[in-house]
């Protein structure tokens, strides 16, 4: 069981797309760039996704909480898109309707209890439009780094210190 990684270098802000796909690709490619998942992940996640779509239309600021099967996982990480323009996502749920996703959280976690548990923290996340709103807005990797620890309870997360 590692400890979950997150940083600046995860987190991508004014990423611009023109479809779903695109921004999965991009997002998970820079993960494996940083060895954090393997070759197979974005194949997965795009997948995934199209299986089981996970946006969500959260007020104001829709997100899309995209994932997949831990075998793909080298290390635990939560990486975050901004996205410079909505991207429609699929509705959890849903498949016949879409939402305008402005903030993705795409998770690799290498355990399903640990998933859920994020999840549920989300969750909290999502039903703050204020906290939303400073996310989507940010222009500053620290400071977006610094809300989600804060608010997901990043450093509490399984071991400790975030990387």
């Known amino acids: 069981m590692s400890e979950l990684y997150f940083n600046e270098s995860v987190i991508l802000l004014d990423l611009e797309s023109d479809s779903k796909e695109d921004v999965l690709t991009r997002m998970s490619k820079n993960l494996i760039d940083k060895n954090l998942v393997k070759e197979s992940f974005t194949e997965a996640i795009v997948s995934r ?76 996340v999502f039903q703050d439009q204020e906290l939303l709103q400073k996310l989507a807005n940010t222009t500053d990797k620290s400071e977006l780094k610094d809300l989600l620890e804060e608010n997901l309870e990043l450093k509490s997360f399984e071991g400790g210190e975030v990387k």
């Open 49 to 124: 996704e199209n299986e089981f779509a996970t946006g969500l239309p959260t007020g104001d600021i829709p997100v899309a909480i995209p994932h997949t099967d831990v075998e793909h996982v080298n290390q635990k990480t939560i990486s975050v898109g901004i996205l410079k323009d909505p991207v429609d996502f699929n509705v959890m749920g849903d498949d016949s309707e879409t939402t305008p996703v402005k903030v993705v959280f795409m998770l690799a976690m290498e355990e399903a209890h640990s998933q859920l548990s994020l999840l549920q923290k989300l969750m909290q």
